[in-house]
């Protein structure tokens, strides 16, 4: 007799295969459904005790405390005919021998967490390093997040989910460290993109960022340690932490060590092609963290004369004053924008891109009046660049304004 085959998905989110095509279990008890599947075939072939199954799926609910023995019984039999609705034929999936609840025998059944656990295994016991990368990355490619990351208040759950993540921080760093050691940066810097997709709050795009670092991709390592300071002040209200600026230290030393060789040998094709430089006669052109450590120190300096210092938020958008979604149009308009401010803006003004769709720019000594003086000269070039339905919105934004700001906090 052929077994039916279930895979059980329980990484980034629960979901069930029964012969490679996904079924979906009954909206009724749903949350028990997942506990019961999850619980007994994250247990692999050693199956699980009935006590420790009651325990864990109604460890919550109070109101079956007294008599765990029936809830139990009525869980099971109750799945059984949402299992056969659902696609499992017969709603065969456990049963319940010497004790444990383990995989029907008519069941070939696989959890991807014990598949997870089991290439982890297989890498600690691997005595070469080339082995040992092999299970690692299997285990890797597996993980999807968090383990039912849609249940994770329950106690059971959050305590599996964090000893699955402490074997994933343990695969990434091993084949971060692995690829790195013998100078496989792409696959080191995937490794850290895809850890830092499943979690962007662990600061794993330092990782990245110093993988493009030693591929001597500056353009891409500034674009990505842009983004990731952005996030991390605008998403989680941190500054960036001392990881993050040796991190940028770094990068700072090897991006001009290259310039200064490139230099030297009369070649353009080192630093110029990752580094924004300034224009002769123009303002000057730098990247967001240099921007944001100008503007503090300048704003400090200026306030003690009595000066101002204003930062300029330049945002393009259509004809009706909203965000232009076309990514080529939109970057068509944003190179326009840059050839406007390089144009209109004093030698002694800075600016920097802040996002797809907006410039940040710098202006010392001015009032607001000016402020809005420049803008209107921005616009009328942008129009004459690209055209007069181009539309050009601002915001304006003191030293004193932001200090009060935080004051109020």
């Known amino acids: 007799m052929k077994k039916t085959k279930l895979y059980i998905k329980t990484l980034g989110a629960f979901g069930i295969e029964c012969n490679g095509k996904e079924i979906t279990l009954g909206r009724n008890r749903a949350s028990k459904y997942i506990q019961l599947v999850a619980r007994v075939f994250s247990a692999g072939s050693e199956g699980v005790k009935k006590e420790d199954l009651q325990d864990d799926i109604y460890s919550e609910d109070l109101n079956v405390k007294s008599n765990l023995n029936n809830s139990m019984n009525n869980l099971i039999y109750q799945f059984r005919k949402v299992a056969e609705k659902a696609g499992i034929p017969g709603g065969n999936v456990f049963v319940f021998s010497d004790g444990l609840y383990k995989a029907?025998?008519?069941v070939e059944a696989t959890a991807d967490n014990v598949e997870f656990t089991a290439f982890i295994n297989n890498a600690r016991n691997s005595e070469k390093d080339e082995d040992k990368a092999k299970s690692y990355q299997k285990a890797f490619d597996i993980y999807k997040g968090n383990f039912l990351p849609e249940l994770n208040e329950l106690y059971w759950i959050s305590k599996k989910s964090e000893d699955l993540r402490t074997l994933y921080e343990e695969?990434?760093?091993f084949l971060a460290g692995y690829y790195r050691a013998t100078g496989n940066y792409e696959a080191m810097a995937k490794i850290f993109h895809n850890a830092s997709a499943i979690d962007p709050d662990c600061e794993w795009q330092v990782g990245e960022i110093d993988a493009y670092r030693l591929m001597k991709d500056y353009k891409r390592a500034y674009s990505l340690y842009e983004e990731m300071i952005r996030y991390y002040a605008e998403e989680l209200g941190i500054a960036p932490t001392d990881n993050m600026q040796r991190c940028y230290q770094e990068l700072q030393d090897a991006a001009f060590s290259e310039d200064h060789a490139t230099s030297q040998d009369s070649s353009e094709n080192g630093l110029k092609s990752g580094l924004v430089l300034e224009e002769e006669g123009g303002p000057y052109e730098c990247l967001y963290p240099e921007m944001r450590a100008s503007y503090q120190i300048l704003s400090r300096n200026m306030e003690r004369h009595g000066?101002?210092?204003?930062?300029l938020l330049l945002t393009i958008a259509d004809y009706e004053g909203k965000e232009i979604r076309q990514e080529e149009k939109?970057?068509?308009r944003m190179e326009s924008l840059r050839v406007a401010i390089n144009e209109t803006l004093r030698h002694g003004d800075a600016f920097c891109r802040y996002s797809r769709t907006q410039y940040l720019v710098l202006?010392?000594?001015?009032?607001?009046?000016?402020?809005?003086?420049?803008?209107?000269?921005?616009?009328?070039?942008?129009?004459?660049?690209?055209?007069?339905?181009?539309?050009?919105?601002?915001?304006?934004i003191s030293y004193a304004d932001m200090t009060a700001e935080n004051d109020e906090e």
């Open 104 to 106: 029907d025998p008519s």
């Open 171 to 173: 695969c990434v760093d």
């Open 307 to 311: 000066l101002t210092v204003f930062l």
């Open 330 to 332: 939109a970057e068509r």
């Open 363 to 396: 202006l010392t000594g001015t009032g607001v009046e000016e402020c809005m003086l420049v803008h209107r000269r921005l616009q009328d070039r942008l129009k004459v660049l690209a055209g007069p339905r181009a539309t050009l919105n601002y915001r304006i």
